[in-house]
């Protein structure tokens, strides 16, 4: 019903309670009283939300508008009044969804919206920092807040509708939880706004009676310290006086107020604050000051621009003592704000525990209303969603009640239940099968999907998935127009197959599953990493500035700074990383891959830990890798293989001592290639068993010949691959090629590194000790660059160490490494081995391996690797 459909006395009655509440709304807004912290309390908003709940939204806003005309001519901050109007215009929409709503939907707009208008609006005054603008918000939030719950309280509880002429029209009832909410809030929040009424007026006394005695105690030392007493009291005679008196209030002063002496005529003879000296100061005289107690007034500064945004700014307590001949007076003033923390504090423990009363006084209602209606609520919580329920086969349980209508209401639903709950069930055996069939083709998809794009080994996206991902890439870049940058780095773990054929293939697999979980870390939006296969894994980037892809290359490396742990054996492991870039590498997948797969290998012929860039020249390095790859098979079968031998030297004596046969490539195109190129190739093809079968046949035939044309007859060192005590048949190798030969095995030495030690020790040292009893001497080679450690050597049935070059080169200008040689040579000389120091190419080098009493010395120095026939020469001479 709307109010053109009132009867026209109703239509009065309607005009003169809005003109009522409106008056009332003027009235509050001229009426506003003091509250804490200098701000004020108005109940103008109350009476406009009244106006608002009972005419509408057009009701509400004239209200309001002609409440703000007024405030104005008050001089009220028109901002606060603007604030006013909207505070109305969005309860009214914000009542238009929630009905009935009044105190809900202003508690909304001010969460929303005037909460952060009012504390901006604090902001643009320019207060003193000290102001706690949050404290000040909060309070005039509350006034808001208190004006909307007791305008919902009046208009639901008080018989102004009757009186408004509106009863006959539309109106919610009232439920038991609103009424004791109401009720619970109400008086909550009514006691708060009276306790902090009562506290904040004992708080201000406290202050008051700390200020009195403070200064009277200030005054009091001033004086004694110059000399006044009770009989006494007069103002300084003279210049001298007048001085010490300026030093006594400089010393027992305090910045934070002013401490003054004033003469009869209010002139200023002496003061804390210098540029107050010589002027005329009558605070007294301004009507600025109220009085207190005694000698102690306080500044009442009234705003009349501004009052509602009043708080307390710039006040501060006077004290006046005047002497008693009438002379002059001591004029103290403390500002207010040295206490606002203690007040400050106060009022926030103040609407700390106005909310938690506010929760309590919640809590309670919803109890009591419990109690009232918990007949009704429980048959509500059982039947609420009751298709559901019964859907699920869920157990109905119906409370029991003694009043007969929730009773037959509550049998009803029973009947219902019972019939859905057949139907139910005959429907739930059908979604069941379906159900099944679907989960087990939805895991079979799964299962699939798995196994098709990602490796079973360690979970990483497998080169399907990387393919996938790839295409999709380019995709975007092309319909970018190429602005989208791609890259792919390609990271091989260096030396992996050493660790395959030392250790096993589970230990490799193992390896690969804690290199796929670092590499992992490595994920983002931006980046994906795969595994291709082997030991080789893929990150697949896009990237805005090559620093970016130098920064992803460094982390892959960082992945590998940490040791992996193989069956409690720390195992340092490195990484090489070629990098490609779509599109300046290749406009197409394929191409960009090769070209990664390209820099990786040259960044892995390079050295350890490198990453390097696809550049085009890089292409002859990989075609001369496949090249000698294809043509190592070649090479053994063409006698493209040759021995070059470089002799041992006794330290103590300067003799040939033995020699070293080392392995060359004289290939038809590319000339002589030095063995650290194909070794590696052969290793990773595993062509170094034929290779080691052949060196050893030759060094052993070339050994044999130079005895029996009458030359010096010393030991032959061959290199012998570690993949031979685990692959090949090491032992019958030899036993046949030393018969075929006719060499006796006690001029046969064998070099072997130390990654053979690292799997099957036990079966490794059998097979040493089989071939040290017919008389074979065994060597490691490059000791202290490998796996093991030097208290191994103790268990190992070895008759020498063989030091790395890296050791010697420099050794007479590095002390640490002079230590690690020295301790290195004493350790083997206690288990009865021979220490011989390769790569010896200077004089200082030799003698300093003498003077540590090194027993071989191989290098340079005395000679370059020969072939047969040079050497030869050099065994004669």
Same mark, same amino acid.
């Given at each position: 019903?709307?109010?053109?459909?009132?009867?026209?006395?109703?239509?009065?009655?309607?005009?003169?309670?809005?003109?009522?509440?409106?008056?009332?709304?003027?009235?509050?807004?001229?009426?506003?009283?003091?509250?804490?912290?200098?701000?004020?309390?108005?109940?103008?908003?109350?009476?406009?939300?009244?106006?608002?709940?009972?005419?509408?939204?057009?009701?509400?806003?004239?209200?309001?508008?002609?409440?703000?005309?007024?405030?104005?001519?008050?001089?009220?901050?028109?901002?606060?009044?603007?604030?006013?109007?909207?505070?109305?215009?969005?309860?009214?929409? =914000?009542?238009?969804?929630?009905?009935?709503?009044?105190?809900?939907?202003?508690?909304?707009?001010?969460?929303?919206?005037?909460?952060?208008?009012?504390?901006?609006?604090?902001?643009?005054?320019?207060?003193?920092?000290?102001?706690?603008?949050?404290?000040?918000?909060?309070?005039?939030?509350?006034?808001?807040?208190?004006?909307?719950?007791?305008?919902?309280? $009046?208009?639901?509880?008080?018989?102004?509708?009757?009186?408004?002429?509106?009863?006959?029209?539309?109106?919610?009832?009232?439920?038991?939880?609103?009424?004791?909410?109401?009720?619970? #809030?109400?008086?909550?929040?009514?006691?708060?706004?009276?306790?902090?009424?009562?506290?904040?007026?004992?708080?201000?006394?406290?202050?008051?009676?700390?200020? %009195?005695?403070?200064?009277?105690?200030?005054?009091?030392?001033?004086?004694?310290?110059?000399?006044?007493?009770?009989? *006494?009291?007069?103002?300084?005679?003279?210049?001298?006086?007048?001085?010490?008196?300026?030093?006594?209030?400089?010393?027992?002063?305090?910045?934070?107020?002013?401490?003054?002496?004033?003469?009869?005529?209010?002139?200023?003879?002496? &003061?804390?604050?210098?540029?107050?000296?010589?002027?005329?100061?009558?605070? #007294?005289?301004?009507?600025?000051?109220?009085?207190?107690?005694?000698?102690?007034?306080?500044?009442?500064?009234?705003?009349?621009?501004?009052?509602?945004?009043?708080?307390?700014?710039?006040?501060?307590?006077?004290?006046?003592?005047?002497?008693?001949?009438?002379?002059?007076?001591?004029?103290?003033?403390?500002?207010?704000?040295?206490?606002?923390?203690?007040?400050?504090?106060?009022?926030?423990?103040?609407?700390?525990?106005?909310?938690?009363?506010?929760?309590?006084?919640?809590?309670?209602?919803?109890?009591?209303?419990? %109690?009232?209606?918990?007949?009704?609520?429980?048959?509500?919580?059982?039947?609420?969603?009751?298709?559901?329920?019964?859907?699920?086969?869920?157990?109905?349980?119906?409370?029991? *009640?003694?009043?007969?209508?929730?009773?037959?209401?509550?049998?009803?639903?029973k009947h219902m239940s019972s019939s859905l709950l057949h139907m139910f069930l005959e429907t739930q055996k059908i979604n069941e099968r379906l159900q099944a069939q679907t989960q087990l083709l939805q895991q079979s998809e799964e299962r699939l999907h798995q196994i098709a794009y990602y490796d079973t080994l360690t979970g990483l996206p497998n080169r399907l998935q990387f393919n996938r991902q790839f295409l999709e890439l380019i995709a975007m870049s092309v319909a970018a127009g190429k602005t989208i940058k791609i890259a792919v780095l390609i990271a091989d773990i260096n030396r992996f197959k050493q660790i395959n054929?030392?250790?096993?293939?589970?230990?490799?697999?193992?390896?690969?599953?804690?290199?796929?979980?670092?590499?992992?870390?490595?994920?983002?939006?931006?980046?994906?990493?795969?595994?291709? @296969?082997?030991?080789?894994?893929? =990150?697949?980037?896009?990237?805005?500035?090559?620093?970016?892809?130098?920064?992803?290359?460094?982390?892959?490396?960082?992945?590998?700074?940490?040791?992996?742990?193989?069956?409690?054996?720390?195992?340092?492991?490195?990484?090489?990383?070629?990098?490609?870039?779509?599109?300046?590498?290749?406009?197409?997948?394929?191409?960009?891959?090769?070209?990664?797969?390209?820099?990786?290998?040259?960044?892995?012929?390079?050295?350890?830990?490198?990453?390097?860039?696809?550049?085009?020249?890089?292409?002859?390095?990989?075609?001369?890798?496949?090249?000698?790859?294809?043509?190592?098979?070649?090479?053994?079968?063409?006698?493209?293989?040759?021995?070059?031998?470089?002799?041992?030297?006794?330290?103590?004596?300067?003799?040939?001592?033995?020699?070293?046969?080392?392995?060359?490539?004289?290939?038809?195109?590319?000339?002589?290639?030095?063995?650290?190129?194909?070794?590696?190739?052969?290793?990773? *093809?595993?062509?170094?068993?034929?290779?080691?079968?052949?060196?050893?046949?030759?060094?052993?035939?070339?050994?044999?010949?130079?005895?029996?044309?009458?030359?010096?007859?010393?030991?032959?060192?061959?290199?012998?691959?570690?993949?031979?005590?685990?692959?090949?048949?090491?032992?019958?190798?030899?036993?046949?090629?030393?018969?075929?030969?006719?060499?006796?095995?006690?001029?046969? &030495?064998?070099?072997?590194?130390?990654?053979?030690?690292?799997?099957?020790?036990?079966?490794?040292?059998?097979?040493?000790?089989?071939?040290?009893?017919?008389?074979?001497?065994? *060597?490691?080679?490059?000791? @202290?660059?490998?796996?093991?450690?030097?208290?191994?050597?103790?268990?190992?049935?070895?008759?020498?160490?063989?030091?790395?070059?890296?050791?010697?080169?420099? $050794?007479?200008?590095?002390?640490?490494?002079? !230590?690690?040689?020295?301790?290195?040579?004493?350790?083997?000389? !206690?288990?009865?081995?021979?220490?011989?120091?390769?790569?010896?190419?200077?004089?200082?080098?030799?003698?300093?391996?003498?003077?540590?009493?090194?027993?071989?010395?191989?290098?340079?120095?005395?000679?370059?690797?020969?072939?047969?026939?040079?050497?030869?020469?050099?065994?004669?001479?």
């Amino acid at each position: 019903m709307s109010i053109s459909t009132l009867s026209t006395s109703n239509k009065w009655r309607v005009a003169i309670s809005f003109l009522a509440c409106t008056l009332l709304a003027v009235a509050a807004e001229w009426g506003h009283f003091q509250f804490v912290y200098g701000t004020t309390f108005s109940l103008a908003s109350l009476f406009v939300l009244l106006s608002l709940r009972q005419f509408g939204l057009t009701g509400g806003l004239l209200t309001a508008l002609i409440t703000c005309i007024a405030g104005l001519a008050f001089s009220h901050h028109p901002l606060i009044l603007a604030l006013g109007l909207l505070e109305v215009l969005v309860t009214g929409l =914000i009542l238009r969804r929630y009905r009935g709503r009044l105190f809900r939907s202003n508690l909304i707009f001010w969460a929303v919206l005037g909460l952060p208008i009012l504390y901006w609006l604090y902001l643009q005054q320019d207060l003193d920092g000290t102001i706690d603008i949050s404290l000040v918000v909060c309070i005039f939030a509350l006034n808001a807040i208190f004006n909307a719950l007791f305008a919902e309280i $009046i208009y639901h509880y008080l018989p102004v509708r009757r009186w408004s002429g509106l009863s006959t029209m539309n109106r919610q009832p009232v439920s038991i939880s609103q009424l004791l909410r109401h009720l619970s #809030l109400g008086i909550v929040i009514s006691s708060f706004i009276l306790n902090m009424l009562v506290n904040s007026a004992g708080s201000f006394k406290e202050v008051q009676l700390y200020v %009195t005695n403070l200064v009277k105690m200030q005054t009091n030392m001033i004086k004694k310290e110059w000399g006044i007493t009770e009989s *006494s009291q007069t103002r300084p005679r003279n210049a001298a006086q007048l001085r010490e008196l300026q030093f006594i209030i400089d010393r027992y002063s305090y910045d934070s107020n002013t401490f003054s002496f004033v003469d009869h005529k209010q002139h200023v003879l002496a &003061s804390n604050h210098r540029e107050m000296i010589g002027k005329k100061f009558e605070p #007294l005289e301004t009507g600025r000051y109220k009085h207190v107690d005694g000698s102690l007034y306080f500044s009442h500064k009234t705003d009349t621009r501004h009052p509602l945004l009043y708080t307390w700014h710039d006040e501060q307590f006077l004290y006046i003592e005047e002497m008693k001949d009438g002379t002059g007076s001591f004029v103290l003033t403390f500002p207010l704000r040295n206490y606002y923390p203690y007040l400050f504090g106060k009022y926030s423990i103040h609407f700390i525990y106005l909310v938690g009363f506010t929760g309590i006084a919640l809590l309670i209602s919803m109890l009591i209303n419990r %109690t009232f209606t918990k007949g009704f609520q429980r048959l509500l919580v059982s039947t609420r969603n009751l298709p559901v329920k019964l859907r699920q086969n869920n157990e109905l349980h119906l409370p029991k *009640s003694s009043i007969v209508e929730i009773h037959s209401l509550i049998q009803n639903f029973k009947h219902m239940s019972s019939s859905l709950l057949h139907m139910f069930l005959e429907t739930q055996k059908i979604n069941e099968r379906l159900q099944a069939q679907t989960q087990l083709l939805q895991q079979s998809e799964e299962r699939l999907h798995q196994i098709a794009y990602y490796d079973t080994l360690t979970g990483l996206p497998n080169r399907l998935q990387f393919n996938r991902q790839f295409l999709e890439l380019i995709a975007m870049s092309v319909a970018a127009g190429k602005t989208i940058k791609i890259a792919v780095l390609i990271a091989d773990i260096n030396r992996f197959k050493q660790i395959n054929d030392t250790l096993g293939h589970a230990q490799g697999d193992q390896l690969l599953t804690m290199t796929a979980e670092r590499l992992q870390n490595l994920n983002n939006k931006t980046r994906s990493v795969f595994r291709l @296969g082997g030991d080789e894994f893929v =990150i697949l980037t896009r990237y805005a500035e090559e620093a970016e892809l130098e920064a992803c290359a460094e982390a892959i490396r960082d992945c590998f700074s940490v040791p992996f742990i193989l069956d409690e054996m720390p195992l340092y492991m490195t990484v090489s990383i070629g990098i490609s870039m779509y599109p300046q590498d290749g406009e197409d997948m394929n191409t960009i891959t090769r070209n990664a797969d390209i820099a990786m290998y040259t960044a892995k012929d390079e050295g350890d830990g490198y990453f390097r860039y696809y550049k085009p020249n890089l292409l002859p390095l990989i075609a001369e890798r496949m090249q000698l790859e294809n043509g190592l098979h070649k090479a053994l079968l063409e006698n493209q293989l040759f021995l070059c031998y470089q002799p041992k030297i006794s330290a103590a004596t300067g003799e040939l001592s033995g020699i070293e046969a080392l392995i060359r490539w004289k290939h038809p195109e590319l000339g002589l290639i030095p063995p650290d190129k194909f070794i590696p190739l052969a290793e990773e *093809s595993g062509f170094i068993l034929e290779i080691d079968r052949w060196v050893f046949r030759e060094a052993c035939r070339q050994n044999k010949a130079w005895q029996d044309a009458g030359l010096q007859q010393v030991s032959v060192s061959v290199n012998i691959s570690a993949r031979h005590f685990y692959q090949g048949d090491l032992i019958e190798m030899i036993a046949e090629e030393l018969q075929n030969t006719g060499l006796d095995a006690r001029y046969i &030495s064998l070099e072997i590194t130390e990654g053979v030690f690292m799997r099957n020790i036990e079966q490794v040292i059998e097979k040493i000790q089989y071939l040290r009893r017919l008389g074979i001497q065994i *060597s490691i080679d490059d000791f @202290g660059t490998g796996f093991s450690s030097l208290n191994q050597l103790q268990r190992l049935p070895i008759s020498d160490v063989k030091l790395d070059r890296s050791f010697i080169r420099g $050794i007479t200008h590095d002390d640490k490494k002079s !230590s690690i040689v020295r301790a290195i040579i004493e350790l083997a000389h !206690s288990m009865n081995m021979r220490v011989v120091a390769e790569g010896v190419e200077t004089g200082e080098e030799s003698q300093f391996c003498k003077d540590l009493n090194c027993d071989e010395l191989q290098g340079y120095l005395f000679s370059r690797p020969l072939p047969a026939e040079m050497f030869e020469e050099f065994l004669r001479g």
